[in-house]
């Protein structure tokens, strides 16, 4: 479940909901806020701020304007994902550098240890 913004808000983007909301889930379309549906973390911090009263929690968006709970969805499928796609998952296990290159970091490569240049061993 999410909140949804409705009709109110067409053509006032007062953006008073976007300063009080915990996490970055509000974004501005031409004439409206939409807000997405996979970030909104359901707290309902956002609804008392809006000075026009057009956030509805998504079970809660009155009959007249329960085309709006579909529309901020279709925001978000035409426009894709405004957030940053999440990191890699690195393997534990795996190095986070190549043996090839120096411990420093710089992008030289390492010699290899000829035979010779190993320590003498106690016999």
């Not at 409705?6 to 509000?26: M, Q, S, Y």
């Not at 909104?40 to 809660?60: H, K, L, T």
């Not at 120096?102 to 190993?118: L, V």
Request: proline share 15%; hydrophobic share 30%; aromatic share 8%.
């Amino acid at each position: 479940m999410t909140y949804v913004i409705a009709e109110p808000c067409i053509d006032v983007k007062d953006k008073g909901c976007v300063e009080e909301r915990p996490v970055d889930c509000i974004y501005e379309g031409k004439r409206m806020l939409y807000i997405h549906p996979d970030e909104c973390v359901d707290c309902g911090a956002c609804e008392p701020f809006c000075p026009v009263e057009a956030i509805f929690y998504e079970d809660d968006v009155p009959d007249q304007w329960a085309q709006f709970t579909a529309e901020n969805a279709k925001f978000f499928d035409q426009l894709g994902s405004p957030a940053p796609p999440p990191e890699p998952a690195r393997c534990p296990t795996t190095p986070t550098t190549s043996p090839a290159t120096s411990p420093a970091g710089d992008g030289a490569m390492a010699r290899p240890t000829a035979p010779h240049d190993a320590p003498p061993q106690n016999r």
